[in-house]
């Protein structure tokens, strides 16, 4: 066992962890973070996506012992301070950017990172930043018009899908 410290949604966390505990067993199973899915078992589909010093990781990708002294980011940190949804969030919401829900937290994470790169990205740089999240609901139409909106791009004249 090891001990690992970091801090996950501002909140210093401190635990003893295996060699082979994955961050996504580090957030469910230690933290109670449920909101960071597993939706696969190949690193493919995205719904574990939080962020770690500020970049997208895939959690399923790392073991908790790597982010040992990391500002970890998950969807538990991303509503606005007074609990209500954050600008992407709230465009999911608003133009039905997800149906089951259970890729959207590593959507909207993965969102969060392409905005921070990319302030106004076109419907084509959103869908290739998109490459590592899967959606088996949507058809990912109204997920990247969510994006757009989130950008402030007008999206009035984009039909919903
Ligand atoms: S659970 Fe991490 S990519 Fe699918
Ligand atoms: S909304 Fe169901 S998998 Fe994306």
Redesign the pocket.
């Known amino acids: 066992m090891t001990k690992v410290t970091m801090t996950v949604n501002g909140k210093s966390v401190s635990k003893e962890v295996s060699g082979n505990t994955l961050m996504t067993e580090f957030l469910r199973d230690e933290l109670h973070l449920t909101g960071t899915h597993v939706g696969c078992d190949t690193s493919q589909c995205g719904a574990c996506v939080i962020h770690v010093d500020g970049v997208s990781v895939k959690a399923c990708s790392m073991f908790a012992a790597e982010a040992d002294g990391a500002e970890v980011g998950t969807i538990e940190g991303q509503a606005n301070a007074d609990g209500s949804l954050n600008v992407i969030q709230q465009a999911f919401q608003d133009h039905h950017g997800?149906?089951?829900?259970?890729?959207?937290p590593g959507?909207v994470m993965t969102a969060a990172s392409l905005l921070k790169e990319n302030p106004r990205p076109t419907e084509h740089e959103i869908r290739d930043y998109l490459e590592g999240n899967?959606?088996?609901?949507?058809g990912y139409h109204n997920i990247v018009k969510a994006i757009m909106a989130a950008s402030g791009q007008d999206v009035s004249g984009i039909a919903a899908e």
Do not use: D, H, S, W
């Open positions: 997800l149906q089951c829900g259970f890729c959207t959507m899967i959606c088996r609901c949507t």
